[in-house]
């Protein structure tokens, strides 16, 4: 059974640049035809969406977040990534991973990492 | 971008209750609509998919509807383990979006 679990740091610099990991285990990252995905909540907020990456390769970000955000896969780590800069206050959330096979809903989620963005 | 309005913002329910909470999108997303179920602490667990199929493994007594605009979630009798936040989310576009979500509270 695939699981997903996120890693990195618990806390960046305002200002500097956020970045996770996700790890795919129990099947390749680079099988089926899935959306590899990164969602985040902010403390006491709803969920919100921040952007994916195909099997075929190709990006799809949050608008809000676009000109911010960088989302990779490491097919030989088997393991997708993150990475937001400029980071503020307001980017401090529970960062979650997520599958979503193709034309279908986010089926199989990380237990999410704890962000804080503080000097 | 495709906006999801959820309500109520708060539910109170008791045990047995028949409970709905509806969903509205800001344009027509056929019926790319998911609910998922979160916990205190806890990754969102997705309930239905595709606006009425149940998830393998969800309970029955839970079920979906609607199509284009709107959307509803029904608990057709409220167990202690439904207690919960409960969101909606588009999948229509590739700029998905959530509900700002349902708390299910005990009355």
């Known amino acids: 059974q695939v699981q997903l679990q996120e890693s990195g740091p618990g806390l960046v610099k305002p200002s500097q640049t956020l970045s996770l990991t996700c790890s795919v285990s129990?099947?390749?990252?680079?099988?089926?035809?899935?959306?590899w995905s990164w969602i985040r909540q902010p403390p006491g907020k709803g969920l919100e969406w921040i952007g994916y990456?195909?099997?075929?390769?190709?990006?799809y970000y949050n608008p809000s977040l676009k000109s911010r955000l960088t989302i990779s896969v490491d097919t030989s780590k088997n393991h997708f990534s993150l990475k937001l800069s400029s980071v503020t206050a307001a980017d401090t959330a529970v960062y979650y991973c997520?599958?979503?096979?193709?034309?279908?809903?986010?089926?199989?989620w990380g237990q999410g990492t704890m962000v804080t963005v503080s000097s | 971008d495709i906006q999801m309005t959820q309500s109520p913002s708060t539910l109170s329910a008791s045990v047995g209750d028949r409970v709905t909470i509806t969903c509205r999108a800001s344009?027509?997303?056929?019926?790319?609509l998911a609910w998922y179920q979160q916990k205190p602490g806890k990754a969102p667990k997705l309930l239905i998919y595709?606006?009425?199929s149940l998830e393998s493994g969800v309970p029955s007594r839970f079920s979906g509807s609607g199509s284009g605009t709107e959307f509803t979630l029904t608990i057709s009798s409220l167990q202690p383990d439904d207690f919960a936040t409960y969101y909606c989310?588009?999948?229509?576009?590739?700029?998905?979006?959530f509900g700002q979500g349902t708390k299910v509270e005990i009355k």
């Open positions: 595709k606006a009425s």
């Open positions: 997520a599958r979503a096979p193709e034309f279908y809903a986010f089926d199989i």
């Open positions: 989310q588009q999948y229509n576009s590739y700029t998905e979006t």
């Open positions: 990456i195909s099997y075929s390769g190709s990006t």
């Open positions: 344009q027509s997303i056929s019926r790319w």
């Open positions: 129990g099947g390749s990252i680079s099988s089926g035809d899935f959306y």
